[in-house]
Nanobody
Framework: QVQLVESGGGLVQAGGSLTLSCAAS????????MGWYRQVPGKQRELVAA???????NYADSVKGRFTISRYNANNTVYLQMNSLKAEDTAVYYC??????????????????????WGQGTQVTVSS
């Protein structure tokens, strides 16, 4: 299993900034894409931003120019820098990662099976 632990949510005024962090741990052989999704009550979870292992980002149109996603592969961590926050950014933000779980066999650490994991979610509230 791979666990994702998020931090950094909170309450901020419109126009302010927050940075979310998400650290992955477990028997990780490789992480492909890491990303952030958000969800408000009564609506589907939506992609906010994602980043490949090579560092190529992808953003929802609603956050382009305001949010920046980055990752530090050495410690399996992804960040979301959120600037110029708006009331409509209020949501629970979830970290997501997909990749391959590893295992030790014959003295080697080898790929075992693919995984997709979600964090527990962190609340971001933007007051207008």
């Amino acid at each position: 299993q791979v666990q994702l632990v998020e931090s950094g949510g909170g309450l901020v005024q419109a126009g302010g900034s927050l940075t979310l962090s998400c650290a992955a741990s477990g028997y990780i052989f490789r992480i492909n894409t890491m990303g952030w999704y958000r969800q408000v009550p009564g609506k589907q979870r939506e992609l906010v931003a994602a980043i490949t292992s090579g560092g190529t980002p992808n953003y929802a149109d609603s956050v382009k120019g305001r949010f920046t996603i980055s990752r530090y592969n050495a410690n399996n961590t992804v960040y979301l820098q959120m600037n110029s926050l708006k009331a409509e950014d209020t949501a629970v933000y979830y970290c997501n990662a997909d990749g391959t779980i590893g295992m030790y066999s014959g003295g080697r650490y080898s790929p075992r099976k693919d995984f997709t994991s979600w964090g527990q979610g962190t609340q971001v509230t933007v007051s207008s």
